[in-house]
């Protein structure tokens, strides 16, 4: 089995955590606050990557220039885009919160357009405008009916965060090529984890964060299996897939919270949240051509760094 088959499967495992760690979130987020929620969940995740680190560590030294950049990438990826998803959550409810985190491929598309780093065919305006158009039919109404006055900031805060993601999923493959993903994203949670601290502190104060015991198996299932494990498998499948083929199985996402959003949460999936998911998809297939990679690529052996993406 090869490289390119296997990135694919780890892109659909780390995409189908994704959408379980939607609602662990939506189940733990009353218990904490946004950003004290995500400094647990890396400290945890750090601690998973720490017995691994000598093995995963480059051999070729890193220039402080290769640290303040995997820091940034820490910062957007690990502190601005879990901040706004966990924030987003407080507001709406896992199925809806992610359709909005199923935009991801539409905003690399966009993202990388802008950079010059895909070309724009009728095919991804068609899918662009597809999605766009399935997120106003499944955010659209309910954000002004009795009840929801939150809505509209959730849905703000997941697009925002999305849009981080999509500026990080462009931009990190050449530092992840570099240095390997394994190594990069154990680096990029450390220094999340060290931006957050002195805020955790003055907000807390140095005392242990108090959960329920289902709060303290939501936090420890978010920093493990949705933390360590599920960025190791997206970093590594991002390493050997254009970007937007890579975030396209992130539309699994509303699939799993919908069904668990069901079945744990009590939620109900309305029919304009149902229509919206399927534009939003269709207009994913359209744009990225069905995971069918340009010819480059293909004669390359599907090598990400062999075809500009």
Not at 8 to 29: D, N, W
Not at 134 to 153: C, E, N, R, S
Request: aromatic share 12%; charged share 10%.
């Amino acid at each position: 089995m090869n490289r390119i088959v296997l990135a694919h499967i780890a892109a659909f495992a780390a995409a189908v955590s994704a959408g379980t760690a939607v609602v662990a979130t939506r189940f733990v987020i009353g218990e904490t606050d946004p950003l004290s929620l995500v400094f647990y969940r890396y400290v945890i995740s750090v601690g998973c990557f720490a017995p691994f680190l000598k093995a995963i560590w480059p051999r070729e030294r890193l220039s402080l220039a290769d640290y303040a950049q995997i820091a940034g990438f820490g910062i957007l990826f690990f502190v601005l885009f879990p901040w706004a998803f966990n924030a987003s959550l407080h507001y709406v409810p896992a199925a809806r919160g992610a359709i909005g985190l199923a935009t991801i491929p539409i905003q690399t598309m966009i993202v990388a357009f802008i950079f010059g780093r895909e070309r724009f065919t009728s095919a991804k305006v068609l899918g662009v405008g597809m999605a766009f158009a399935g997120i106003v039919v499944a955010f659209g109404t309910a954000a002004f009916q009795p009840g929801h006055a939150g809505y509209l900031l959730g849905d703000g805060l997941m697009l925002l965060g999305v849009f981080c993601a999509a500026i990080y999923s462009v931009f990190s493959r050449a530092t992840l090529m570099r240095h390997g993903p394994l190594f990069v994203t154990a680096l990029a949670m450390a220094f999340a984890v060290l931006a957050l601290l002195p805020v955790v502190v003055l907000t807390h104060g140095p005392a242990l964060p108090v959960f329920s015991a289902k709060g303290w198996l939501a936090v420890v299932f978010l920093g493990t299996v949705a933390g360590a494990v599920q960025f190791s498998l997206f970093m590594w499948a991002l390493r050997w897939l254009p970007p937007t083929t890579t975030v396209l199985y992130l539309t699994l996402n509303p699939v799993a919270a919908m069904v668990l959003g069901i079945l744990w949460l009590g939620e109900r999936l309305t029919p304009e949240m149902l229509a919206g998911f399927g534009l939003v998809l269709a207009g994913i297939l359209v744009g990225v051509g069905v995971l069918r990679a340009p010819k480059r690529q293909r004669a390359s052996g599907g090598r990400p760094d062999a075809a500009k993406t």
